[in-house]
């Protein structure tokens, strides 16, 4: 069970928090009232002074909303019954801070395309080329270190391929254009965004499949 402690019925000075003696006495003592708390948890009302009183917390449930876009706002208590009962409104986040949020999801998303990787066909093969942050740039390097009428034996997911000059060009060309398409991807989602303002149009503007969404 949780408690509030509250003052005149009308503010709540401490809680909802569980039975916790001392945590309590140290609240009453700062208010210089002269009460001891017993380490017994009550289950009940308990009076402390003609303005001082602990009420039992019932039915602290809050509603579904959605975190993104709305956010509680409350508690807003009523004492009846020698309890404490509250109640929330959901209402509309600050639509700044919703953009905001937004721009992170976008952000994520696009790293996670980014990451996906792509595919080119190099030999009449179609071979997925690595955009992972932690292998896309090994296959540069040794591209680098190459000579026009080198070759060399790269492994793709589907297999070893013969590579020539030419090929690891293609191969690199077709990440980094890919990678880039990414975040043109959200500069312009980013724009998008910049275009809202209202919560609807905010919701309208898609930015991950149904199914995938980071969370913030």
């Given at each position: ?53 602990i ?51 976008v ?6 395309r ?30 680098l ?38 975040f ?19 919701q309208?503007v ?11």
């Amino acid at each position: 069970m949780v408690y509030v402690l509250v003052e005149n019925k009308t503010t709540v000075i401490l809680g909802p928090i569980e039975w916790r003696q001392r945590f309590i006495q140290s609240e009453l003592d700062n208010l210089d009232i002269d009460f001891t708390i017993s380490p017994s948890e009550p289950n009940s009302y308990l009076k402390i002074d003609d303005n001082i009183e602990i009420y039992p917390v019932h039915n602290y449930v809050t509603p579904d909303h959605d975190a993104l876009y709305q956010q509680l706002a409350g508690p807003f208590w009523s004492f009846e019954d020698l309890k404490a009962t509250p109640s929330f409104e959901v209402i509309d986040r600050n639509i700044d801070h919703v953009r905001g949020d937004l721009r992170g999801i976008v952000a994520a998303e696009r790293y996670r395309r980014e990451s996906l990787g792509t595919k080119v066909t190099i030999q009449g093969q179609e071979v997925t080329v690595d955009t992972s942050r932690q292998n896309r740039n090994t296959l540069p390097q040794a591209f680098l270190l190459m000579s026009e009428t080198d070759t060399l034996n790269w492994k793709f997911p589907e297999g070893f391929v013969n590579l020539t000059y030419a090929d690891i060009e293609a191969v690199v060309r077709t990440g980094a254009l890919y990678i880039q398409e990414q975040f043109n991807w959200e500069v312009a989602k980013n724009a998008e965004l910049d275009t809202c303002v209202t919560k609807e149009q905010l919701q309208s503007v898609e930015i991950v499949p149904p199914v995938y969404r980071p969370g913030i």
